[in-house]
C-alpha cells in the first residue's frame, strides 16, 4: 500500500530532502520487516515515525543507523545515495540515533562520553583540556548544567538523555533519531528535552521523533510518517491532522472481529490474584486475577510495563508485590521462591534468559524437575524423565542429546516450556512474548500446548506484542498502558479495532471493565 501523503509541498526552502529512504525492504527468517517502506525528512523539521509495535519503525531506524543492511531500497542524505555499513558509517555520514536505553558508557565522564573515539590529541596523548571545553560547549548548546567531569552512571537520567543529545552534536549529525525519549523522563525534563528540539532544527538539522504518545506527537511534530506491516501508509502534516486519525492510520481499516475460543468460559474466583505489583517510574499495576483454567493476555506497547510485571511475579525484579496464590498470600522475592509456590515463567528471551544452548534439549528438559545443575546428573536419566514432555510437545531434534542451541526458534521455545511441565506442579503460568520469532506452524503448536496446560487447571497470563494472537487465545485481555493496567476487554465481545485504539492512547472506551472493578 504506497502512503498518502496530505501535506502540501514546502515553500521558501529548498525542495531536496534531509533525508529519503526509498523502497526500504529487510528480510528476517519468517519475517518481512520493512516492505518497500519509505520516509522522507526535510531540513529543520521534526518528523514523528509512527506505528504499532511490529509495524517495522526499529528495522527501519537500525537500518539508517547502519546496524542492518537493507534487502533492497535506497538511503539518499542531502540528495547524495549514501551505503551505510556500520554504525560508525552512520555517524560519519551524520546520522545519530538516541535510543531509549541510553548507550553511553557509565563508567567514562560526560567528556569522555562526548567525543569517545575522536577526542582531539597531541600523538596518542588527548588533550583533556580541550576535549573539556568542546564538551562543555556542547553540554551548553543543549541546555546542561551539569559539570563534563562527572561520570554518566552519577547524572540524573535527564542529564544523561541531554548527554546523549549533545555527543549528536559533537558528531556535526545533520539528521538525529530519537527513540522513545520520553519514556524515562519526568514532565519538566521533557519539556527541555522539547526547547532542545526545537533549537536543532532552528540550526537546520532534522529530528526523527519516535513516540506512541499522541500528544508529544501533536505538540513537537511538524509531519509524521505512520508505518503498518513494514510499509509506510501515511504520511500527514499534524498542523492539519488529529491524534484520532493518526490512531485510525495506525490500526487500520481492515481489522476482523476477533476470533472467539470454542473453550468454556472459566468460572469462579481467581486462583491466582495479582492485588498489586509497584516499582517506582515503572508499573503500578492492581487488580489483576486469573482463574484456574483461564488465559488472560495482557497488551501494550512496548516500555507498558508487560515484561516488568512478570519478572516482579517471578521475583526477578525489584518491586513491591502483593499476590496471591489459591487464597494463599505469597512472599515472591527470588524465582527460587516463584517456582516453590508453583509459579513458572517462559521469558521474552528464550536464549539468555529460559536456555543453557551448550547443554543438550534433554538436560535443558530435565533441569528444573531435578534441581541441580543439568551437569551434575546422568544423561539417561534427563532423557527418561524428559522424553514423554518432549514427545507431547512435538519438539523436532535429531536426538535428546542435540545441542539446544542448534534446534530452530520454535522446537527452542518448547524446550523452555518442557522444562516446567517435566518438573510438574505448575499452577500459574507466565508467559513473555512466547512466539516471538516463531512461525505460523510453531505459533499454533505452541499455543494448542498452552490450552491445555489451562484445561489441566493452570492459570495463564499471556503477554505479546501480537493482539491477534490475544484475541484469538485469551479469555480476557488486560490493556497496559505506562505502566498501569487501564480496561479489561471481553475478546467475545469486543473488536480488535476497540482494543488496539485503548493499546495505543490508554483510553477506555464504554463496555470496558475498569481497573478495581471485579473481573
Known amino acids: 500500500m504506497s502512503p498518502h501523503d496530505t501535506a502540501g509541498p514546502a515553500t521558501g526552502r529548498d525542495d531536496t530532502p534531509r533525508l529519503a529512504m526509498r523502497g526500504i525492504v529487510k528480510r528476517f527468517p519468517g519475517t518481512l520487516a520493512n516492505d518497500g517502506a519509505e520516509l522522507v525528512v526535510r531540513p529543520g523539521e521534526t518528523h514523528c515515525l509512527l506505528g504499532e509495535n511490529g509495524a517495522g519503525k526499529s528495522t527501519l531506524m537500525k537500518i539508517l543507523a547502519g546496524s542492518y543492511r537493507p534487502d533492497a531500497g535506497e538511503i539518499l542524505l542531502d540528495g547524495e545515495p549514501v551505503t551505510l555499513t556500520s554504525p560508525q558509517a552512520g555517524l560519519a555520514?551524520?546520522?545519530?540515533?538516541?535510543?531509549?536505553?541510553?548507550?553511553?558508557?557509565?563508567?567514562?565522564?560526560?567528556?569522555?562520553?562526548?567525543?569517545?573515539?575522536?577526542?582531539?590529541?597531541w600523538g596518542p596523548v588527548v588533550r583533556r583540556g580541550q576535549r573539556a571545553e568542546l564538551a562543555r560547549a556542547a553540554v551548553a548548546r543543549v541546555g546542561g548544567d551539569f559539570s563534563v567531569h562527572t561520570p554518566v552512571r552519577d547524572l540524573p537520567i535527564a542529564a544523561q538523555q541531554l548527554t546523549a543529545i549533545a555527543r549528536a552534536l559533537t558528531a556535526d549529525a545533520r539528521v538525529i533519531?530519537?527513540?522513545?525519549?520520553?519514556?524515562?523522563?519526568?514532565?519538566?525534563?521533557?519539556?527541555?528535552?522539547?526547547?532542545?528540539?526545537?533549537?536543532?532544527?532552528?540550526?537546520?538539522?532534522?529530528?526523527?521523533?519516535?513516540?506512541?504518545?499522541?500528544?508529544?506527537?501533536?505538540?513537537?511534530?511538524?509531519?509524521?510518517?505512520?508505518?503498518?506491516?513494514?510499509?509506510?501508509?501515511?504520511?500527514?502534516?499534524?498542523?492539519?491532522?488529529?491524534?484520532?486519525?493518526?490512531?485510525?492510520?495506525?490500526?487500520?481499516?481492515?481489522?476482523?472481529?476477533?476470533?472467539?475460543?470454542?473453550?468454556?468460559?472459566?468460572?469462579?474466583?481467581?486462583?491466582?490474584?495479582?492485588?498489586?505489583?509497584?516499582?517506582?517510574?515503572?508499573?503500578?499495576?492492581?487488580?489483576?486475577?486469573?482463574?484456574?483454567?483461564?488465559?488472560?493476555?495482557?497488551?501494550?506497547?512496548?516500555?507498558?510495563?508487560?515484561?516488568?510485571?512478570?519478572?516482579?511475579?517471578?521475583?526477578?525484579?525489584p518491586a513491591t508485590v502483593s499476590v496471591a496464590l489459591d487464597g494463599t498470600d505469597l512472599r515472591l522475592n527470588s524465582p527460587a521462591a516463584a517456582v516453590r509456590?508453583?509459579?513458572?515463567?517462559v521469558p521474552e528471551s528464550r536464549k539468555e534468559q529460559g536456555l543453557m544452548p551448550g547443554l543438550s534439549v534433554a538436560r535443558n528438559a530435565a533441569v528444573t524437575a531435578l534441581g541441580r545443575p543439568p551437569w551434575l546428573f546422568p544423561r539417561r536419566l534427563g532423557r527418561r524423565l524428559s522424553a514423554p514432555v518432549l514427545t507431547g510437545l512435538g519438539v523436532r531434534s535429531s536426538s535428546p542429546d542435540q545441542l539446544v542451541g542448534k534446534l530452530s526458534g520454535g522446537n527452542q521455545q518448547k524446550v523452555v516450556l518442557a522444562k516446567w511441565i517435566t518438573k510438574g506442579g505448575v499452577r500459574a503460568l507466565l508467559l513473555d512474548e512466547p512466539t516471538r520469532g516463531l512461525d505460523v506452524g510453531a505459533k499454533a503448536d505452541l499455543y494448542r500446548q498452552v490450552r491445555h496446560l489451562a484445561d489441566q487447571g493452570v492459570a495463564v497470563?499471556?503477554?505479546?506484542?501480537?493482539?491477534?494472537?490475544?484475541?484469538?487465545?485469551?479469555?480476557?485481555?488486560?490493556?497496559?498502558?505506562?505502566?498501569?493496567?487501564?480496561?479489561?476487554?471481553?475478546?467475545?465481545?469486543?473488536?480488535?479495532?476497540?482494543?488496539?485504539?485503548?493499546?495505543?492512547?490508554?483510553?477506555?472506551?464504554?463496555?470496558?471493565?475498569?481497573?478495581?472493578?471485579?473481573?
Request: hydrophobic share 40%; glycine share 10%.
Open 177 to 317: 533519531v530519537m527513540d522513545e525519549p520520553s519514556a524515562t523522563l519526568g514532565e519538566s525534563d521533557l519539556r527541555t528535552v522539547f526547547q532542545v528540539i526545537r533549537s536543532l532544527t532552528a540550526q537546520g538539522r532534522s529530528v526523527i521523533y519516535i513516540s506512541h504518545r499522541m500528544d508529544e506527537v501533536m505538540e513537537i511534530g511538524d509531519r509524521a510518517t505512520v508505518m503498518r506491516d513494514g510499509r509506510s501508509v501515511a504520511v500527514r502534516d499534524l498542523a492539519t491532522t488529529t491524534a484520532d486519525e493518526l490512531v485510525a492510520d495506525m490500526i487500520g481499516e481492515s481489522r476482523e472481529l476477533v476470533r472467539t475460543t470454542d473453550r468454556p468460559r472459566p468460572e469462579g474466583r481467581p486462583l491466582l490474584e495479582i492485588r498489586s505489583v509497584r516499582s517506582p517510574g515503572l508499573i503500578d499495576i492492581a487488580g489483576i486475577g486469573v482463574r484456574a483454567g483461564e488465559v488472560v493476555g495482557l497488551a501494550g506497547l512496548g516500555g507498558a510495563g508487560r515484561t516488568t510485571l512478570l519478572k516482579a511475579l517471578f521475583g526477578d525484579t
Open 341 to 345: 509456590a508453583g509459579l513458572a515463567l
Open 93 to 121: 555520514a551524520g546520522i545519530a540515533v538516541i535510543y531509549q536505553e541510553l548507550d553511553l558508557v557509565p563508567d567514562l565522564t560526560v567528556a569522555q562520553n562526548l567525543l569517545l573515539g575522536h577526542a582531539p590529541s
Open 461 to 519: 497470563l499471556l503477554a505479546s506484542s501480537e493482539l491477534s494472537e490475544l484475541t484469538a487465545n485469551a479469555d480476557r485481555i488486560w490493556v497496559l498502558h505506562e505502566g498501569r493496567n487501564v480496561a479489561c476487554f471481553d475478546p467475545r465481545t469486543t473488536d480488535e479495532t476497540t482494543i488496539a485504539h485503548t493499546v495505543i492512547t490508554g483510553a477506555t472506551p464504554t463496555g470496558a471493565t475498569p481497573p478495581g472493578a471485579p473481573s
